[in-house]
């Protein structure tokens, strides 16, 4: 079976990235159908902690810049989002603590920010520190504070597949692509399992799973890094602050009185199982910063795969074939570099002057 109606651009993946990427190529006037495989949203953005904050480390590093690009462009994109759909993706400026347990790792923070690697940023100590963030425990000496917050990632999700949806795009569910199709060495559209998809265009924004279509060029080398991540009913505890520690894990406070903790880093293939060592890691870790959340009732405990790139740098950009683009890789760095991606794309597919260098996020990088 063929579908009769051909589309400029077929996006294959209903994530946080392939709606956004949908969205902002439908408002730049192209026909655009999405392709999911489940319902939209639900895989590894579903899992997400939905966090935003500054960087960290080297500003000429190019996972750096994508995160400070999309920092700068969170609050409009938020805000817009929220006009178009009618539903507010709560993003918050709640502040961002990381914390230190000991001296050395105080002065490490010290050191951090007088450096420049941790920006707009100051070391809280003493009265000051829990002035700042009452709930920490006796365990954290020291704390840096840095601007950033949260976004809720399934209103956020949410949120854009309705922009998306009221704004043009075709929105196909239980839609799995297993191949592209390519006529004349260029794309030419998408091959399900009951049909093709004509477009001249493809993007492959399908997470974890964008390995997995035949006929790409490079075969991209994206593999899941599960994620577990638990949910507490905070109940009396104030926890003002995104709390993130250099290797997770971290403590998010949303709007409806939950706090999301996680998550861990596991290379355990497509296994979604919960692990007792997994949860009782990131409980632990979070009891030793907030000590009154041992009374908080678990509210949800589960699994997310995260698509992890060879070398940690998310893959946005043209592949070998024309009229082939990915956008995938983004690893544990999740929803935060959302805004900044579709940016560097959207310049890249109409050939216009890039925010940040290509370069480093070339898929071509993976071509034998």
């Not at 895989?43 to 960290?56: K, L, R, T, Y």
């Not at 230190?100 to 450096?115: N, T």
């Not at 940023?121 to 704390?143: M, Y």
């Not at 399908?206 to 080398?221: K, L, M, N, R």
């Amino acid at each position: 079976m063929v579908t009769a109606k051909n589309h400029d651009v077929a996006v294959v993946g209903g994530g946080a990235m392939g709606l956004a990427i949908a969205r902002a190529l439908r408002q730049r006037g192209l026909a655009v159908v999405l392709l999911e495989r489940g319902q939209p949203g639900q895989a590894a953005s579903w899992a997400s902690a939905g966090i935003v904050s500054d960087p960290i480390g080297n500003g000429d590093e190019p996972g750096f810049q994508l995160q400070h690009l999309s920092r700068q462009l969170w609050p409009a994109f938020a805000q817009a989002l929220q006009s178009e759909s009618g539903l507010d993706p709560e993003f918050r400026e709640t502040g961002c603590l990381i914390p230190a347990f000991d001296d050395e790792q105080a002065r490490g923070l010290d050191r951090a920010v007088r450096l420049g690697l941790i920006g707009n940023s100051t070391v809280l100590r003493g009265a000051d520190l829990r002035e700042a963030e009452p709930s920490l425990g006796p365990a954290v000496v020291a704390a840096c504070w840095k601007p950033g917050g949260n976004v809720e990632n399934r209103r956020l999700c949410k949120a854009l597949e309705l922009a998306a949806r009221r704004g043009g795009v075709e929105i196909r569910t239980g839609a799995e692509v297993r191949s592209i199709v390519v006529q004349n060495g260029r794309v030419d559209g998408v091959r399900l399992v009951d049909g093709i998809v004509p477009a001249g265009q493809v993007v492959i924004a399908a997470g974890a799973w964008s390995g997995a279509i035949d006929g790409c060029q490079p075969a991209v080398p994206v593999v899941p890094q599960r994620g577990q991540i638990l949910a507490l009913d905070r109940g009396a505890v104030p926890l003002r602050h995104t709390i993130l520690t250099p290797d997770d894990p971290y403590l998010v406070p949303r709007a409806d009185g939950r706090i999301v903790v996680g998550a861990t880093r596991e290379l355990a293939g497509w296994d979604a199982t919960p692990t007792a060592g997994g949860v009782a890691w990131l409980l632990s870790s979070a009891i030793q910063i907030v000590p009154a959340l041992r009374d908080c009732a678990i509210n949800q405990i589960w699994t997310g795969f995260r698509p992890l790139s060879p070398d940690g740098v998310p893959i946005v950009g043209p592949g070998a074939i024309d009229g082939l683009y990915f956008v995938t890789g983004h690893g544990p760095s999740g929803i935060g570099p959302l805004p900044g991606t579709v940016a560097l794309f959207t310049a890249l597919l109409f050939g216009e002057p890039p925010p940040i260098a290509p370069g480093p996020f070339d898929p071509r990088r993976f071509a034998q």
